[in-house]
């Protein structure tokens, strides 16, 4: 199946091995493995596994803490891709794209040439006036092109181009003295100056233990969701949390956290899930007294393993020899 994966440990810790990388995982940590990469890991930890359509998000695989605060919000991720959702919720997808946007290059051909210099080597100290002789003009020349043509002076462009690149080193785990040092910054007051003036945050915000998480590191809210099954087999509704209304013709039940509602096979079921809720599909058999997270996860796996024999039978015999 063309799909990428999103890993959230939701306990535990583990080791996940990605292609040729590995990747220490514990409680609060996402990771984004692209489409195409075989990923497994051997671990007790509840990992749970979100698919969504890999045009959606590329990249190497990436791994970001954001603490245990965002379990109940990946949950409900997890619980829309196992209802079929194959996109993304925008705070999620926000939390792996640049949260800073590169500077625009300027328009004019010097200008851009010093631009391109800048940008291949953010700690260049090269002077407005050095570069404005390499190019063969003035200074005032060289600073207006600058102006007007991307809106900064020759010095905001080039802290506008350190802070956009620093943004991705602290999001790779660097430190904030080491993202300032190999940006060009003397010191980390100064890196820390020009973040507040182009971004209106420190740089301590721009790192992995933060990221998406906003000033007071809350997780967005669980949205009401709104699904429509129809299921190729029978399959059951757990309530993880809050509420949920079930509606097919004829028929129409409330569900309470821990309750659980059968979706027969064939059917065009409605589920309406309130905000806050989560409701998690499971296969068909399990009785309610017996359904937890852990048990939900366990479950699909043991789905997604029959498929894959009853698709590829040589596994059973792979498994059995």
């Known amino acids: 199946m063309n799909t990428a994966s999103l890993l959230w440990c939701s306990a535990g810790t583990t080791t996940v091995h990605v292609a040729d990388s590995s990747f220490s995982v514990v409680a609060g940590d996402l990771l984004h493995v692209p ?9 007790t930890a509840l990992l749970l596994e979100i698919k969504f359509n890999p045009e959606i998000l590329k990249g190497s695989a990436r791994r970001i803490h954001l603490g245990k605060a965002w379990n109940e919000r990946l949950i409900y991720e997890y619980s829309r891709s196992l209802l079929g959702e194959r996109s993304l919720s925008a705070e999620i997808l926000a939390l792996f794209r640049d949260r800073i946007a590169a500077p625009p290059l300027p328009t ?21 006036e050095a570069f404005a002789a390499q190019q063969g003009v003035s200074a005032r020349t060289l600073q207006r092109q600058f102006l007007q043509s991307t809106g900064f002076s020759f010095s905001e462009w080039r802290a506008a181009q350190r802070v956009f690149v620093a943004s991705s080193l602290l999001a790779h785990d660097f430190s904030i003295s080491v993202a300032a040092n190999l940006v060009g910054f003397a010191a980390t007051s100064s890196l820390t100056r020009a973040f507040r003036r182009h971004t209106g945050a420190t740089p301590s ?17 669980i949205p009401a969701l709104t699904a429509f099954a129809e299921a190729t087999r029978d399959q059951q509704l757990w309530i993880h949390s809050g509420t949920a209304t079930v509606t097919t013709d004829g028929y129409c039940r409330f569900l309470g956290q821990g309750d659980m509602a059968t979706i027969p096979a064939g059917t065009h079921t409605r589920i309406d899930v309130a905000a806050g809720s989560i409701a998690l599909p499971v296969p068909i058999g399990v009785a309610e007294e017996d359904m937890n997270l852990d048990r939900v996860l366990s479950l699909h796996k043991e789905q997604e393993l029959l498929l894959k024999v009853v698709e590829n039978p040589q596994l059973l015999e792979t498994a059995v020899n």
């Open 35 to 43: 489409n195409g990469l075989h990923w497994e890991d051997r671990d």
């Open 108 to 128: 004019p051909r010097k200008a851009r040439s010093v631009a391109q210099v800048l940008a291949a080597n953010p700690a260049d100290q090269t002077s407005l």
């Open 205 to 221: 915000a721009f790192t992995n233990a933060q990221i998406g998480m906003g000033a007071v590191g809350q997780a967005p809210k």
